[in-house]
């Protein structure tokens, strides 16, 4: 039987893989993008940040049935989204910026610890 934590990882992996794929790396740059990302605007940079995302999401789904074999694979999740969030965090200009951009980043990107079957003494250590 699988305990609690595992099966949130599983949601968390399945939610947010499909939120990166259909949310983060096709509808905010190409359909939102002048609503919700920072100006000035560069395309190119927009691309790049949503095609990793989408395969971030890809994997994400594809592992969701059973992470428990690709802890590397979910650290890497936490230090990106963590990473990325603090950078925003840095630049944010405004309180929208700051709640909505690096807030939602840094949420997604510390989920899964708190979802995290192996114990968080066990984070980044191999």
Same mark, same amino acid.
Do not use: C
């Given at each position: 039987?699988?305990?609690n934590?595992?099966?949130?990882l599983?949601?968390?992996?399945?939610?947010?893989? +499909?939120?990166?794929?259909?949310? #983060?790396?096709?509808? !905010?740059?190409?359909? *939102? &993008?002048?609503?919700?990302?920072?100006?000035?605007?560069?395309?190119?940079?927009?691309?790049?940040?949503?095609?990793?995302?989408?395969?971030?999401?890809?994997?994400?789904?594809?592992?969701?049935?059973?992470? +428990?074999?690709?802890?590397?694979? #979910?650290?890497?999740? !936490?230090?990106?989204? *963590? &990473?990325?969030?603090?950078?925003?965090?840095?630049?944010?200009?405004?309180?929208?910026?700051?709640?909505?951009?690096?807030?939602?980043i840094?949420?997604?990107?510390?989920?899964?610890?708190?979802?995290?079957?192996?114990?968080?003494?066990?984070?980044?250590?191999?």
């Amino acid at each position: 039987m699988m305990d609690n934590k595992t099966k949130y990882l599983k949601q968390y992996l399945l939610i947010f893989g +499909l939120l990166n794929i259909f949310v #983060i790396s096709v509808t !905010v740059p190409l359909l *939102l &993008g002048d609503w919700l990302l920072w100006e000035p605007r560069n395309l190119a940079v927009e691309m790049m940040m949503s095609s990793i995302y989408l395969a971030m999401g890809i994997v994400m789904v594809l592992i969701a049935r059973n992470p +428990l074999p690709h802890k590397a694979f #979910i650290d890497f999740l !936490v230090v990106a989204n *963590l &990473g990325h969030a603090f950078v925003m965090l840095i630049f944010s200009e405004n309180i929208w910026q700051l709640v909505f951009d690096a807030g939602v980043i840094a949420l997604m990107g510390a989920l899964p610890l708190f979802f995290y079957p192996w114990g968080l003494r066990q984070f980044l250590r191999y």
